[in-house]
């Protein structure tokens, strides 16, 4: 999960002595970056790896990626990431990918000029009305290398916490069985698969006047349409009323299967977030209180387990509107 966005102006030239000569050493391995000098500034809000804003002699800009040794415990896939990287490029609602090299855990990417959207700019039905034009855009387009389910994540993660004796928070395994209805509800009405980016946070929204560019493929893959839905409504917090205005805007009409689904599968991505933070808490070494941010989510989600509208969604979720 990264903000490639830049907060701060400490920007050097050449191999300036405020950029680690590993970083340097780093983004030299790339082509477009090789050679001549470079303005590099980092950019602020990653919660998984190191983001530069990268400027060449010729005033072309770009965001590189550092990417975190700890991925493979958060089930992301970097070979993966650069090949659905490139796939949501060629929709025209990502950015291109400039470079990749493995070995020095870097992925280079095209700077978009725009405003990073916030989590109150989902408040305003017109914008979220866009966003759903910019996510059918990329669902439309080729598929993704691998598939991605947060049921399977869930578990994953769940996995690693146990084994590696990370914190679970209060009743988190009460939910097991909750989950397991969820599951088999939205199943019931599921269609194919589409390229999803899977982490629509608002700050992974970047708005240039004309359109809504999605970026941060780090956890794309094949998945229900639905999730990318309910991941936004839930990532941003909004009311559920916001999340009619976004699934109606996305499917061109009103679906309340598809209404109760996104929302299910929303409560779903809080449920399964809340482990990757947990996972982030006992591993990360950036400056981030993780687990107040995942217990956030876990929070709501504990809500919605417990509210009164749990039992009527997963019936809603099993109707033929």
């Not at 010729?58 to 040794?69: E, F, H, K, N, T």
């Not at 956890?219 to 009323?241: H, K, Q, R, T, V």
């Not at 950036?286 to 969604?313: I, N, Q, S």
Request: proline letters at 5%; aromatic letters at 8%; a negative charge.
């Amino acid at each position: 999960m990264t903000i490639s966005r830049p907060t701060t102006s400490a920007l050097v030239e050449g191999i300036g002595c405020d950029v680690p000569a590993d970083v340097v050493a780093r983004l030299r391995t790339v082509r477009a970056l090789a050679q001549g000098p470079l303005r590099v500034g980092e950019l602020s809000g990653g919660l998984t790896n190191l983001n530069y804003k990268v400027t060449t002699a010729d005033g072309r800009s770009y965001v590189a990626r550092l990417s975190s040794p700890d991925g493979e415990l958060l089930a992301i896939d970097r070979a993966a990431e650069h090949l659905s990287s490139v796939a949501a490029a060629s929709t025209g609602i990502a950015p291109g990918v400039i470079g990749f090299a493995p070995r020095a855990q870097l992925l280079v990417i095209a700077w978009v000029d725009g405003r990073t959207l916030t989590a109150a700019d989902l408040q305003e039905e017109e914008m979220l009305r866009r966003v759903a034009g910019s996510v059918l855009r990329l669902h439309s387009g080729p598929a993704f290398p691998r598939p991605f389910d947060m049921f399977d994540i869930q578990q994953r993660y769940l996995a690693v916490v146990r084994e590696r004796g990370f914190r679970l928070p209060p009743r988190y395994l009460e939910f097991a069985d909750d989950v397991g209805r969820i599951q088999a509800a939205v199943a019931v009405k599921a269609g194919p698969t589409v390229p999803c980016n899977n982490d629509l946070l608002a700050a992974n929204l970047i708005d240039d006047g004309d359109q809504i560019w999605l970026i941060d493929y780090e956890y794309a893959g094949n998945n229900d349409p639905c999730f990318e839905l309910g991941n936004i409504w839930s990532e941003a917090g909004l009311e559920p009323e916001l999340l009619d205005v976004l699934v109606d805007a996305y499917f061109g009409t009103h679906l309340r299967h598809q209404v109760a689904r996104a929302r299910l599968l929303g409560l779903m991505a809080k449920y399964g977030w809340m482990l990757w933070a947990s996972i982030q808490h006992g591993v990360s070494r950036l400056d981030f209180d993780f687990w107040t941010w995942g217990m956030a989510k876990y929070e709501r989600a504990v809500a919605e387990f417990d509210g009164p509208r749990f039992e009527k969604l997963l019936a809603e979720a099993v109707r033929d509107d």
